[in-house]
């Protein structure tokens, strides 16, 4: 099959292009981290039309967005609303155009209306629904991020650790959070690629580990890793503030996607792969 990544060059895009061309698929990625032809903000883009016209699958998950230090630095400016807004009107135009299947990558921050992020995510449902498109849900899911300016909670934290000896965290990390290996995150979307007309846009397709961690716990955990390589003593600096982008609200994830894929890998298991990766930038 001819699938197109949107926002392959991102987190969950990039292990994503890797997993299915490993499948056996042809995989057209579009970023504009790759080139500036495919900045989706641009209105009209030929090569985002040519890339959609000519695919078999589309996956929608490109986004202006990044970890809680991101969100809470732009996610309430003009750019950052602006930018989510131009992509989405450019791709799901075309989307409609060709009439072609596709996923969109909500969050499970999507009711919350108090986030410029949440309301925008809410927004790209709303298109995806009218399209008959399908909405996955997407719990915090982290492997390796090249762009430390959009970092997530546990590269960020293991950057600090091989940086400054400190991770210095933006709360007191008593907020809990469900986090997803980026690999286990591609066999559920490959899932709901598979079995695409058994779902609807109705459909509560949300994709996590179904298991909660405090952020102190995964600061902890870190700390476990390099206690392990020796050559690091890190330190665990919470600060004195509560969460400010999610406000701890907490959400229940459904489990309907489980009758069709599980989680496999362990917080303690995904982080150490995460260690070891990027352990070689470091020695």
Known sequence: MKITILGSSGQIGAYLSEYLRKQGHVVINFDKVETPNHDMTVIPNQYLENAIETTDFVFFLAFDVGGSRYLKKYQHT???IDNNARL????????KKYNKRFVFASSQMSNMSYSPYGVLKNVGELYTKSLNGLIVKFWNVYGIEKDHDKA??????IRKGFETGVIDMLTDG???REFLYAEDCCEALEAIMENYNEFTPEDNLHITSFKSTKIIDIASIICGQFNLIGKYDVKVQPSDQKDSVQMDKRNRPDTYLMKWWTPKTTIDQGIAKVFEAMKGDYL
């Open 152 to 157: 997530h909670v546990i590269t960020d934290f």
């Open 88 to 95: 989405m009107v450019n791709a799901f135009g075309l989307l």
């Open 78 to 80: 003009f750019q950052f």
């Open 174 to 176: 008593q907020e809990e």
